[in-house]
């Protein structure tokens, strides 16, 4: 299965699947093919190279062999030996894969993640940390600085594996990036993966953007495609005739799987805010609303609440959604200050503090913790100061230093309308800059906030209906879950067989092994 290189190193063999557009179903087919290959007993590990989102998990230090500092500009590749790697942040896709391929998550697997904060800035994170000096940078002088970490890593991880399953981004064909690529072509070439090309034919337009994104792609890099992918079809696939074959006299390339629509396929998503479900299966007993604004983070934590029986999920960007819902939730967010703002000009602020003055139930994770206090301060200029909802007597002081870490905690004992997590032991992680106390002047006046966790994890209003936390990940915990709702979900393995299964079935025989023969 494996090839060797003169250092008789094993080199996994790599499939890469691109994709004709952003959110065409790379990730989730990138994470089905995890699945499928590990469970042919192969040692597997997913990659992508640079992942632009908001949605990131916190993993574990590892030992890697690339340093996490940049090298000198001009240094030959390699330029440094083991380190011990901190570990840090990866983007959310990677590490569901990591999980699906039974490998543990680590930097490697994402070695660049850029994390928008505004629509012309991203915070740039390297190996799980942040960099100040490479968000400085712009953006195409960045990927020469960093491409000898994402090679290293790429080839760190062919060294330790059987197969690598590599996720591109956005398209190749997108000829005005095409000179600073460092997550597409140039990774296939130096992979030199086979790799698949999904497009999403419910868009329509599928074998346009087929032909089209094959034609823009220099000649020698199409050879690397083995097959199109349709995603998200509807219908009879015999009705598909001829176009899957007039498209192979074309390229020579064919059409290797059709996959039907599957909206309830559990995945967490990546980026986007998912379908808005107006109805939940059976008779609705708890509409959750979650505030949807712009920088909206780490909404991949709010997944399970789709499968819970009876619990109906809505996104909200407007106060009249808010007029008939139980529980509202303010989100993790990448800019606290700006997302408040925001929140403000559309109403929703007097909407959520209507919601809780009625004894409605307030939850904010992480940044939504933020907003939910008296003030953000902000003396290094982090985030941005600005006056918060007033919900909880407490003050968020931001810092340079960016707490990025997994814990477990034990709820204290709660009143009111969150008392069922009482007791309760959850386990999640935190990524957050700022650090959350009580108001001083306040608690001398006698109004305080109830310590809900230890180490100022999370906080409750006296009247017990408003709860904020640190800890991304609640509904993820199953004691959570079975103590808010008296309710369980599939687990992450049984999904990630399920997407095994699914590809198993529609792509063609024989297909997914001999792309690594």
Known sequence: ?????????????????????????????????????????????????????????????????????????????????????????????????????????????????????????????????????????????????????????????????????????????????????????????????????????????????????????????????????????????????PAPETLQQLTGVPTVATLPMWWQHGLPEEDGVFDDRSTASGEVTCTVAVIAYPRLSNLDEFQPLKNVPGVRLRWVRSPSQLADVDWIVLPGSKHTSGDLAWLRAQGLDRAVAAHAARGGRVLGVCGGLQMLGEALIDPHGIDGNAPGLGLLPLVTVFAPDKTV???????????????????????GYEIHHGQTEAHPAMAAAGEHAHAAMPDGLAWQNEAGNVLGLYLHGLFEDPAALQALFGATVPTLDAVFDGLADFIDAHFAPGVLSSLID
Not at 416 to 421: E, F, K, V
Request: net charge positive; with cysteine.
């Open 1 to 241: 299965m494996n090839q060797r290189d003169t250092g008789g190193n094993a080199r996994a063999k790599c499939v890469m699947v691109l994709g004709t557009t952003s959110g065409a179903g790379k990730s989730w087919v990138t994470t089905a093919l995890c699945r499928w290959y590990a469970r042919q007993g192969l040692k597997v590990a997913p990659f992508k190279a640079q992942n632009m989102s908001n949605n990131a998990r916190v993993v574990a230090p590892t030992l890697v062999a690339a340093r996490t500092a940049l090298p000198p500009e001009g240094a030959d590749f390699p330029w440094g030996g083991p380190a011990e790697n901190r570990g840090g942040e990866i983007g959310s896709a990677q590490y569901f894969q990591a999980l699906a391929a039974n490998a543990m998550p680590e930097v490697r697997m994402n070695p660049l993640l850029l994390k928008p904060e505004r629509d012309t800035h991203s915070q740039v994170v390297l190996l799980g940390q942040v960099s100040a000096e490479l968000t400085g940078l712009p953006w195409r002088g960045r990927s020469e600085r960093v491409w000898p970490q994402i090679a290293q890593s790429l080839d760190a991880l062919r060294a330790e594996n059987d197969v690598v399953v590599i996720e591109g981004a956005g398209s190749p064909a997108e000829i005005n990036l095409m000179g600073s690529d460092i997550v597409n072509l140039r990774v296939a070439r130096h992979a030199q993966a086979r790799c698949l090309l999904v497009t999403d034919i419910d868009r329509g337009g599928a074998f346009a953007h087929l032909y089209g994104t094959w034609a823009l792609m220099p000649e020698a890099d199409r050879a690397l495609l083995a097959g199109f992918v349709l995603n998200r079809f509807r219908g009879d696939a015999s009705l598909l005739s």
């Open 405 to 427: 870490r997994q814990r477990e905690a034990r709820f204290a004992p709660l009143t009111g309308a969150w008392s069922a997590l009482s007791g309760v032991a959850v386990r």
